[in-house]
């Protein structure tokens, strides 16, 4: 140790540098999911809604390990459904979210790595999507009720001398129309599944996704059946 060091150590002062305020700070930030990112790039980012097919296995407790997930990174869920496969012991949940780019990717990479998952995927625009609302309204007005439920296809469940129950299935921008036009008689309650939804044509709606063997080979039969029915067809011409 030099007499300047040993000095130093005895006058307490400690190795010389700047003062902790006086060091470069990183410019850059996290977001709310812990993610460093750049001030001026996230100011840019503007939120989408996002369709995610989450392929798991059909065991207790995986609901709320998803749920869980979302919860902790504080992402933005707007629906959530959950049912079986044609895999015994598969279910597919179905995620409606609102997040940047970024953020749809990080929920993908994140559901991915919970233990029940078999797989992840987000859907593309042109998908199937439905979703069911219940609505019980007002029944002062019976006649007008039932014409609006005509009109968006809908099925009068009850009816009584005070309310009238109502189901509507169909996609968002057609339950959302639906609700507004029942909110003229007064709705009383109002009930929404969330949307559900499946890839079109052959595209498997979560990748590397498989029907079970009963259901491919029932395809399997009824594409023969029809090759059949066309073959004979085709002769009697």
Known sequence: ??????????????????????????????????????????????????????LVEHEPGVLAKVSGLFSRRQFN??????????????????LVVEETDSGIEQIKKQV?????????????DDAVQAELVLL?????????????????????????????????TGDQQ?????????RQFGIIEIARTGQTALARGDTPTTPGESPAASAE???????????KSTTANDNDD
């Open 1 to 54: 140790m030099s007499s300047d060091e040993t000095e130093a150590s005895q006058s307490g002062a400690g190795l010389q540098g700047p003062a902790p305020e006086e060091r470069p700070q990183p410019e850059g930030r996290r977001n709310r999911h812990g993610e460093r990112i750049d001030t001026a790039t996230d100011a840019e980012q503007d939120t989408r809604n996002a369709v995610v097919s989450a």
């Open 77 to 94: 869920i707007e629906s959530l459904t959950v049912g079986p496969t044609t895999v015994d012991g598969h279910a597919r949940i179905t």
């Open 112 to 124: 991915e790595k919970l233990v029940p998952v078999i797989a992840v995927g987000e859907l593309g």
């Open 136 to 168: 019980k309204v007002r029944g002062e007005e019976p006649d007008k009720v039932h014409a609006i439920t005509q009109m968006y296809e809908g099925q009068t469940l009850d009816a009584g001398p005070r309310t009238i129950t109502v189901q509507i």
């Open 174 to 182: 057609k339950i959302d129309d639906a609700v507004d036009a029942f």
């Open 217 to 227: 080979s029932t395809a399997n039969t009824q594409t023969a059946d029809d090759s």
